[in-house]
């Protein structure tokens, strides 16, 4: 059912009881192997989970960027046009030289070139995989969704995309090597 409604949408809401405990484990290992988390949050006992389904074209580039404690991002994938669903999907490859002792963030912005204009922010894999659990050499897959809301679709509009990480108890951005902040990727114009 769900990739019935994955070839027929780009935003997908999910409902789970209990979250991904029990019978729900599996559903939610699927949703982030073949979808984009574009946002979760829990209510109770109630795990609200939303998801992009992105279209069929990607941009991909090898990347060599290095943040301070050693994390460097190997490459990165999006969509590089935004159809009138406000969809953007972005893959990540991330790697490191040596143990991160702390668990950073990452965040991913469509900017105007002023503000963000979407955003996702989520512990890498689906927040199944923390930095301070990085293995020396071993690549670690994020992927992240972003909603633009749709009063924002200005035809031919181009937005930066940029990804970075940061210290979610104080706000603080990990910096590249650098002094930068953030890594501009490219540019996503609505079509």
């Given at each position: 059912?769900i990739?019935?409604?994955?070839?027929r949408y780009?935003?997908?809401?999910?409902?789970?009881?209990?979250?991904s405990?029990?019978?729900?484990?599996?559903?939610?290992?699927w949703?982030?192997?073949?979808?984009?988390?574009?946002?979760?949050e829990?209510?109770?006992?109630?795990?609200?989970?939303?998801?992009?389904?992105p279209?069929?074209?990607?941009?991909?580039a090898?990347?060599?960027?290095?943040?301070?404690?050693?994390?460097?991002?190997?490459s990165?994938?999006?969509?590089?046009?935004?159809?009138?669903?406000?969809?953007?999907?972005?893959?990540?490859?991330?790697?490191?030289?040596?143990?991160?002792?702390?668990?950073?963030?990452?965040?991913?912005?469509?900017?105007?070139?002023?503000?963000?204009?979407?955003?996702?922010?989520?512990?890498?894999?689906?927040?199944?995989?923390?930095?301070?659990?990085?293995?020396?050499?071993e690549?670690?897959l994020d992927?992240?969704?972003?909603?633009?809301?749709?009063?924002?679709?200005?035809?031919?509009?181009?937005?930066?995309?940029?990804?970075?990480?940061?210290?979610?108890?104080?706000g603080?951005?990990?910096?590249?090597?650098?002094?930068?902040?953030?890594?501009?990727?490219?540019?996503c114009t609505?079509?």
């Open positions: 059912r990739e019935e409604h994955a070839a780009r935003r997908l809401w999910f409902v789970l009881y209990q979250g405990f029990g019978p729900n484990a599996e559903l939610k290992s949703l982030d192997e073949n979808l984009y988390p574009a946002g979760g829990w209510q109770g006992d109630t795990l609200y989970l939303a998801y992009a389904v279209p069929a074209t990607w941009t991909s090898p990347r060599d960027d290095c943040f301070v404690h050693g994390i460097r991002l190997k990165a994938q999006w969509t590089p046009t935004l159809d009138s669903s406000g969809v953007c999907a972005v893959s990540l490859i991330w790697e490191t030289e040596q143990p991160v002792p702390d668990g950073y963030k990452v965040f991913v912005h469509l900017t105007d070139g002023q503000r963000p204009v979407a955003q996702h922010d989520g512990v890498p894999g689906a927040e199944a995989r923390p930095t301070f659990t990085w293995q020396p050499g690549e670690v992927r992240h969704g972003l909603f633009l809301p749709m009063d924002t679709l200005t035809k031919g509009a181009s937005l930066i995309l940029q990804v970075g990480l940061y210290d979610p108890e104080t603080q951005r990990l910096l590249l090597r650098d002094g930068r902040d953030a890594i501009e990727l490219g540019v609505v079509r």
